[in-house]
């Protein structure tokens, strides 16, 4: 899980822009012998095998699609301008490397993400005072462009995506830290729980899917398409860590209540039991600031039963971090559930 999840990083899949991450999931998902199909819109069902179709569906959702940004303007000088694909905070993206997919997707520019006052030898103070926002964020091509008339030679133009270089690294402690671990480390997660019912020949107790949703980070990620029959659906998604919170890098998190409200009593206290029963490393919190593939589907008015479960991640949709006992511990739990009869 912990080499999938450094994989599913490195492919570039700000929301909408998700084909490529998308493939990989279902190629990875056919090694074990699982058939996928893609809703209209573009997220990936797949079924696996087994399960007593007296009882209710159970779907385990994670989102492929991770921040980004498109080009909104390109300047006078050959700079660009961004907008935001996902909600982040402008001074999370300031340094960083990215790429820009230019004609049309077929072609890749690099580049980094400045701001329009970065050498500090010449605007000295200025860079500290200045306030970072969409006026002030702008992105250096690693092309020999002067001019607005340069850029487009490239063949670049308004309205191509993104990406940020996520710096994936794993260190020999066992931690990986990487942008867009919200939200690859749980389809990597999902990804592990398939592998290790097929691998063993244990079928889940109740009809099973995964739902890989493409559009989460912009609040429409599992409205539509949900596997038929699905009656719990757990959005698998990263557990959120820091001050006040329960949830850390080593453990699982299953959350009650984020900002959408609260998740279902009987699931979150079922899936809380599980946890106890099998001596699983698991926290009960509230997200602050958070919503999930479950508060979108219910939102969009499936009827269903919502959970969500995840690793704990540090510093989310900034510079993350997680440690691969947390990747296990949400396994864990996810087979143990999948394997419960009620
Ligand atoms: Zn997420």
């Given at each position: 899980m912990l080499q999938q999840t450094a994989a599913l990083c490195r492919i570039p899949s700000p929301t909408g822009f998700t084909h490529d991450a998308i493939d990989h999931v279902a190629t990875e998902l056919k090694r074990f012998g699982v058939p996928t199909q893609r809703t209209v819109k573009g997220a990936l069902v797949a079924a696996l095998p087994g399960g007593n179709p007296e009882l209710g569906g159970r779907t385990l959702s994670a989102h492929v699609d991770t921040l980004g940004a498109m080009v909104k303007e390109i300047k006078e000088d050959g700079r660009l301008k961004l907008t935001r694909v996902g909600g982040y905070v402008w001074a999370t993206i300031e340094g960083e490397y990215c790429t820009v997919h230019a004609n049309g997707g077929t072609s890749e520019v690099s580049g980094t993400i400045l701001t329009t006052k970065a050498s500090a030898h010449v605007h000295g103070s200025d860079l500290a005072k200045l306030k970072r926002n969409e006026r002030s964020i702008e992105v250096r091509l690693d092309e020999p462009v002067r001019n607005e008339g340069d850029v487009r030679a490239l063949g670049i133009e308004v309205g191509d995506f993104v990406s940020f270089d996520p710096r994936t690294t794993i260190t020999p402690s066992g931690f990986i830290k990487s942008r867009h671990l919200d939200d690859k480390a749980c389809v990597a997660i999902l990804l592990g729980v398939a592998q290790a019912l097929l691998t063993h020949d244990v079928a889940p107790a109740a009809p099973a899917a995964l739902f890989v949703s493409t559009f989460e980070e912009v609040g429409?990620?599992?409205?539509?398409?949900?596997?038929?029959?699905?009656?719990e659906l757990i959005a698998v998604d990263m557990a959120a860590v820091g001050k006040g919170q329960t949830s850390d890098e080593f453990a699982t998190t299953v959350c009650v209540k984020d900002s959408s409200g609260p998740y279902d009593f009987a699931l979150s206290r079922r899936l809380i039991a599980l946890a106890r029963a099998n001596d699983i490393d698991c926290r009960i919190d509230i997200y602050p600031d958070y919503a999930s593939d479950v508060s979108q589907a219910l939102r969009a008015g499936w009827d269903v039963r919502g959970g969500l479960v995840g690793p704990g991640v540090d510093a989310s949709h900034s510079f993350e971090r997680l440690h691969r006992t947390s990747l296990e511990e949400t396994a864990r739990l996810l087979l143990a559930y999948l394997m419960a009869p009620s």
């Open positions: 429409h990620g599992s409205s539509a398409g949900l596997p038929e029959g699905t009656t």
